[in-house]
């Protein structure tokens, strides 16, 4: 069975950084692409970042020039590099896996950004 388990998150002051990992464990068919999203208390879901299978990525506004996605395909594990954090970027982060059967969601780590 494919979980995905998040970890890194935490509080944090406003301009400090964190780096959000989320690492797989099972078996996957043809992955697509990976994902970080974030909610905020009140708000709806939004995408933080993309990257595809070939390692295109992709940025919400917000986000650009601040965070970096990444992965390691050796340790079945995706990261989220955040810098520069700022109030805003609080909520809770969740990691995607799209694959050819289904996409795989991880349960969320809490990032709280003080200002």
């Known amino acids: 069975q494919v979980q995905l388990v998040e970890s890194g998150g935490g509080l944090v002051q406003s301009g400090g950084s964190l780096r959000l990992s989320c690492a797989a464990s099972?078996?996957?068919?043809?992955?697509?692409?990976m994902a970080w999203y974030r909610q905020a208390p009140g708000k709806r879901r939004e995408l933080v970042a993309h990257?595809?299978?070939?390692?295109?990525?992709t940025y919400g506004d917000s986000v650009k020039g601040r965070f970096t996605i990444s992965r390691d395909n050796a340790k079945n594990t995706l990261y989220l590099q955040m810098n520069s954090l700022k109030p805003e970027d609080t909520g809770v982060y969740s990691c995607s896996w799209f694959t050819a059967s289904k996409d795989y969601w991880g349960q969320g780590t809490q990032v709280t950004v003080s200002s």
């Open positions: 099972g078996s996957f068919v043809s992955i697509y692409g």
């Open positions: 990257i595809t299978n070939g390692g295109g990525t």
